[in-house]
Structure formats: C-alpha cells, structure tokens
C-alpha cells in the first residue's frame, strides 16, 4: 500500500462463491484515500478468484487471455480515489514516459471532443445527479461505437497492468472470445462480480467527503484529477479508511447474496 508504518491483520469475508482468507497490511498513520486503492483492488481480485473457480467447477472457461484487448475499447469507469491514484501514478514515471501517455490521452480528448461526447462525459463528472441507467448505457454506447482504444494500451496489450482500474479486472467472460468483437451484438457471459471495487471506493468517498457518489470514465481521469489536486490533501487514520471500506464491501456482498439467492454461510 504505502511505505509508512503499517500493522497486519487476517480478515475473513464471506462471499457467495465461498470464503475468503487473507492478511492485509494497514497504515497506522494518516495517509491519503489513495493508499488504500490498491489494498481494495486486491481484495477485489481474491475476491473474483473464487467466482472464476466456482465457474470452472461449473464446466465454464474463461475466455479472456493475454493479447485480447476488445474490451480496452469499453468505457471504463473509475471511482474517485482510482483517479486520483492514477494521477499519482502518471506524475510519478519518468518525463518521457509520462509526456507519452499524457499525448495519448490528449489524442483521444481531441477525438471525444470533435464527436461531442468529450462534452457529456465532462458533465457527467461534474454533475450531482449521475445519469441514470438508461443515460449511461447511451454514453456507453456512444463510446463504444468509436472503438478507441485505451490510452494505456499497447501492442493491443495493457501497458499499466499492476495499476489497472478495478473495473478493468472484473471484466471476465466465459462466452466464445470471437464474441468480445462486438459485445453490443454479441450475446456475452461475464463471470460474476461479488463486489466491485470502484462502487466500495466511490462509496467510501462520498462518505469521507459527504459529496455526491460518482465514477469518472477514464479517458478524463488525468484530466479530472488534474483539475481537482486538492481533493488529495486531506487524510485520514488508515485504520478508519479500511473499516469504512470495508463496511462497504459487506454491504455489496449483501446484495449480492440475495441477488444470487445464497445465504451467507456462518
């Protein structure tokens, strides 16, 4: 997570493809809500290792694989912290380095921009009132149409894979690969997701900062975090930022469970 002094912890979750064992090392100090993005992603990912060994139980194979990159032309939302985080992390690569993604980046504002959708997405990160299911699956839509290609992707490969959003790791689908050519066609089975990870730290954020919930696609992460620094500064005990994280998580396996109708095992 951080180089501050930490302290160890064993913790047990409970999810509907089985239970979930495992330590994690948490900042005694004050640290940032970034510290803690790559801990909850972690979580995320053991999390979702259990539902892709439910689905192979199941006689189901996951299709995705190194070289795939069809759903690196999706809209992929990011919750506050994750951007943030990621902000962190462009500013911290060396200046080749980082001047090459910020042109990337800056690539595809000018090519949301010239279609007018760079405009909506803008709005959508400022607004208080997210756009609801249908709005959002229009700007998904719209997006996908475009089939640009994520700024982080190269050689159809993920450049920033360790730092990949959330979202980006619970993609996973068990239909035919060919049928990731064109998901909105295409019928697609994705694996189940037991917690998303970018809706617990979209939700711990707006508890920390008692503001509206929202996700930021990520061609306008840089962007947004650029322009919202000061975001940052505040801190918190880590202990905290983990328990209230963690609250939610128990609240999205909740509604899990009862989506799945399994009950959760004592």
């Known amino acids: 997570m951080t180089s501050d002094p930490s302290e160890r912890f064993e913790i047990a979750i409970n999810t509907p493809a089985g239970r979930l064992t495992t330590g994690i090392e948490i900042p005694t100090g004050f640290v940032p809500v970034t510290a803690i993005v790559p801990l909850m992603r972690r979580l995320g990912e053991e999390t979702q290792a259990l539902e892709v060994a439910r689905a192979i139980e199941s006689q189901k194979v996951v299709s995705c694989a190194k070289g795939c990159a069809a759903c690196c032309r999706m809209l992929v939302p990011l919750s506050i912290p994750e951007a943030l985080a990621l902000r962190e992390w462009v500013d911290s690569l060396e200046i080749e380095e980082r ?13 949301l921009g010239a279609r007018g959708l760079w405009q909506k997405l803008a709005a959508w990160c ?7 299911d249908e709005q959002a699956e229009l700007l998904n839509r719209e997006y996908y149409a475009l089939q640009i290609a994520c700024p ?3 050689h ?32 697609i089975e994705p694996i189940s997701v037991p917690v998303r990870m970018s809706t617990v730290l979209g939700l711990l954020w707006q508890e920390l900062t008692v503001t509206p919930a929202m996700l930021i696609p990520l061609p306008l992460a840089l962007d947004w975090a650029e322009h919202h620094q000061h975001e940052n ?19 999205c396996l909740s509604q899990s469970f009862q989506n799945q109708s399994v009950e959760p095992k004592p």
């Open 233 to 251: 500064g505040r801190t918190w005990k880590g202990s905290e930022l983990f328990d209230k994280a963690l609250d939610k998580v128990w609240r």
């Open 126 to 132: 400022e607004s208080t009132e997210p756009p609801n």
């Open 156 to 187: 159809e490969c993920c450049s920033i894979y360790a730092q990949r959003p959330a979202a980006c790791r619970e993609l996973l689908v068990s239909s035919p690969p060919e049928h990731c050519a064109d998901v909105i066609q295409n019928p």
């Open 99 to 111: 001047q090459r993604i910020v042109s990337r980046f800056d690539e595809t504002k000018a090519v």
């Open 152 to 154: 982080f992707l190269e």
